[in-house]
Structure formats: structure tokens, C-alpha cells
């Protein structure tokens, strides 16, 4: 693998680590974060930050029979989410979003083809995956779209992006990012606007078609 140039930024790592980050760009993290050794090391600091912030915290009381329910329920069966590990190209975050499965891909035409992950009202997360030559179906996103090359790459106006890269962009960046040759290029994109992505591609393709 290219060395990794592109990083997940101090405010996100930060979000992510306090857990308040949403959804879809948490996985996007995750997944970076198994990829590269720096952020692996920025987010363990991040970690330690929040240790310290937590010993500090003042007490709060809490019932009488709290300590006696806990206790009562350690025994009690957890069903536990099943956690996979890397399969080719898929970090273990990404095969434990696809629960151990090989993604189930849906093609949006001229090669391009996608997974979501999961989507709500909060934002989506999906697969792309993009032939060599060809650009990155993109869209109108409300606020911050997270890209992370999984394979191959992409470039664009702010740059090249290679396997382990995260792209950030927001509604002000103009861009369109078109996989470089090679093997084809496999993303992981987090965006808060998921069901402008859908109707969106379509009329994105129009002007490809000539329809
Ligand atoms: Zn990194």
C-alpha cells in the first residue's frame, strides 16, 4: 500500500472517540483507523484524553438499588454483535456492516456500482466502486461527505487520493473525482444527505446517457 497522506482531522477524531459523530462517518473512522498506524495512535490519545476528563468529573449519586439491579443482571445472557475480520479489501468494520457477507452490489450504470451500508434520516454510508476512467457519480450533499479508498484511487481538483486516503468535502467544494487507471476503485463515502443521493444519480446520469 502508497503511504497514506490524507487523515481523519483532530475535531472528527475527536467526535468520534466521545462517540457523538454519527453513524455513518463513525464507520468511515473505524475503518481508517484499522488502515492507518498514525490515526490508530491519534485516536488512542484521543481515548486517554477522555480517561482523564472522566477521572476529574465530578460524582453524581446515584439509587440505593442500582449496585443490586446491576449486579442482579450480571448473569443474565448478552446477545452479542459478531464482530469479522478483514476479507480482501474490506477492513473488519466494513465486514462486520456487511455482517460477514460479500457486498451485494447494485449497478448505477457505465460500470458504476454501489452498497449501501446504512442509510437514515441521519446520513448514509456505501459502497462505490468505480471502473478505471470513469467519474465518481457525485451529488448535492447538505453538509461533510467522507470518502475513504479502500482500492486503486482517484484524483481530483484538490488531489490524488490512494488506498487508505479519506477525502473530506463539504457543500462549498466543487469537484469531480474520476478513478484513476488501474484496478478499479473501491470507496467507502459517508454522506448526511441519503435520499438526495438516490434521486440525484439519475439526473446525474442524464447528460451521460444523452436522454
Ligand atoms: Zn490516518
Redesign the pocket.
Known sequence: MTE?T???PDHLMAAYTAGSLPEPYALVVAT??S??????A?YEAHQALGGAVLETAGEAAVSEVLKSDVMALLDAPVASEPVYKRSGVYPGPIMTALKGRAPRWKSLGLGVRQCILSGNSEGSVRLLYIPPGQAVPDHGHNGLEMTLVLQGSFSDETGWFGA?D?ELADQDLEHTPIADAGPPCICLAATDAPLRFNSFVPRLLQPIFRI
Open positions: 497514506i490524507h487523515h481523519i481508517h483507523v488502515m492507518c498506524l498514525e490515526c490508530h491519534s487508505g479519506v
